[in-house]
């Protein structure tokens, strides 16, 4: 099955502190993460994608296929990261659309 | 270019009635697809446009139902409207179905 879990509805952080965004995945083939992120009143935009392996805003995630894991991570966390991200995930395999499966989201809180 | 754009923003219906939402896409994007999102949820895959045809379907019942116009541009329709389908319901477009998507403001629905 083809399955997205961030296991933490939210991630309470202070300002200048690391931050790790936990997502893990299930897909049986080759799959593409991206990065989601929607701050208070605007609408869902992508932060970044594995293939393209930017570093966006200070966040960078690498893909573990062995642990099927595509964690965020801040190194020193900012107030206006304060958002809710969601992980997704886009098959590779013929055939797929580029649909996007989510997960449930984590809640960044950074406080000052 | 405002991006991809959805009407209305905001829509009060009661069950059984039927609800059509509206969705232009990013100007150069002829994909379109459809997510709902329920409160505190990741979004969920409905379906996907492209070429005026359904392309690939989530695991949405047939009360849900699109279409897509020449210019690109689609509606979602749902019939028979139950509670469970109040929700945001996010259009997200791009180019060729496997670039990356660029979803729109939503359009929250809410079943009485």
């Known amino acids: 099955a083809q399955r997205v879990t961030q296991p933490e509805k939210l991630l309470s952080v202070f300002k200048g502190a690391p931050v790790e965004l936990k997502c893990n995945y299930s897909y049986s083939g080759s799959p593409e993460l991206f990065w989601y992120v929607q701050y208070s009143r605007q609408r869902l935009q992508l932060l970044l994608r594995?293939?393209s392996r930017e570093s966006i805003k200070g966040f960078t995630a690498d893909l573990n296929k062995g642990e099927t894991s595509f964690h965020l991570k801040k190194p020193f966390a900012q107030e206006e990261d304060s958002a809710m991200y969601y992980c997704?995930?886009?098959?590779?395999?013929?055939?797929?659309?580029?649909?996007?499966?989510f997960g449930q989201g984590t809640t960044l809180q950074v406080k000052p | 270019d405002a991006g991809v754009t959805q009407s209305p923003t905001h829509l009060i219906k009661t069950r059984g009635q039927q609800v059509t939402l509206r969705c232009s896409p990013k100007?150069?994007?002829?994909?379109v697809s459809w997510y709902q999102q329920a409160l505190g949820q990741g979004p969920q895959f409905i379906f996907q446009y492209y070429e005026e045809e359904e392309r690939q379907r989530g695991n949405f019942p047939d009360r849900f139902s699109g279409h897509q116009f020449p210019n690109y541009s689609s509606e979602l329709n749902v019939n028979a409207l139950l509670l469970g389908d109040s929700a945001l319901y996010l259009c997200?477009?791009?180019?060729?179905?496997?670039?990356?998507?660029?979803f729109g403001p939503g359009t929250r629905l809410l079943v009485l």
């Open positions: 100007s150069g994007h002829d994909t």
């Open positions: 997704a995930l886009s098959g590779q395999s013929s055939g797929n659309t580029g649909k996007l499966i």
């Open positions: 594995h293939i």
């Open positions: 997200a477009s791009s180019g060729q179905g496997r670039e990356t998507q660029y």
